[in-house]
């Protein structure tokens, strides 16, 4: 049995120059399609190792700027369709396999991203979005006649009433802005929102969305994006990207 395996990064119709990832990286052509691929140790990228490795965030966040990294040289020189990080077949053969069985499936893929990239978009609100809440739910004060139980009761389902449509205000906002957005689009997707721990804010997010845009439409895109923000909604745009909301496949 070999000691070595064949990670895939990515796949695409031609092959192009880019750096290093994990290991050094070379091709492997097969139906009309090239892969990018590094011979890596299976002590280190084994199922076995991997599980463990998974739950070292050094070690991943290493191994994901890297796996990045070529994609994204990539993807700025051709249509490309990204691989799921640590994706480590057994040899070559089992990678042009792969090629041949899903040719169809990756051809219509990295016809949907050609002249397209991903744009990501987050929008925040903070503390301060709730603040009417707490207005509405000084209203029954003028409730309190002698009875500060029943005041107290009528305050705090005013209150109540009150964060629920702060609520309901808040998510329609995300909602239009992703509407907004999704229209400029070719394709669009929302994310799981990022818990503040993993963001690195405060701030509550409201959207976390994906949009494959017409590389002709980047500057709309962009001004519009910008345009959304205000009353207490920050809009946070990043890219261009990859289009890895849009073509990453199951290669299993």
Known sequence: MSDAGTYVYAVARSAVECPDGVAPVR?????????????????EFGEEPLRRSLEDLDW???????????????????PTAPV?????YADD????????RRRD?????????????????????????ASPATRDGDEGAGDDVGKPGTAY????????????????QIMGRADHIHATLSSLAAASCRHRAQDPQLS?????????GAYLVDEGRDEEFAATAG????????????????PYSFTVLETS
């Open 227 to 242: 345009s959304l923000g205000g009353d207490g909604v920050e809009v946070h745009l990043t890219g261009p990207w990859a």
């Open 27 to 43: 091709t492997i052509a097969g139906a009309g399609l090239v892969a990018y691929v590094s011979t890596v140790p299976l002590a």
């Open 105 to 129: 499936d990756f051809l219509e893929v990295l016809s949907h991203v050609m002249g397209r990239r991903e744009w990501g978009v987050k929008a925040y609100v903070g503390p301060g979005a």
């Open 200 to 208: 690195g804010r405060d701030e509550v997010m409201l959207l976390n």
């Open 153 to 168: 009761l009528q305050r705090r389902r005013a209150s109540l009433r009150g964060r629920e449509q702060a609520r309901r």
């Open 84 to 88: 799921r990080l640590v994706t480590v």
């Open 60 to 78: 991943l966040a290493v191994t994901a700027r890297a796996h990045h990294r070529v994609v994204d040289v990539v993807a700025t020189a051709t």
């Open 93 to 100: 053969d089992q990678v042009r396999d792969l090629l041949e």
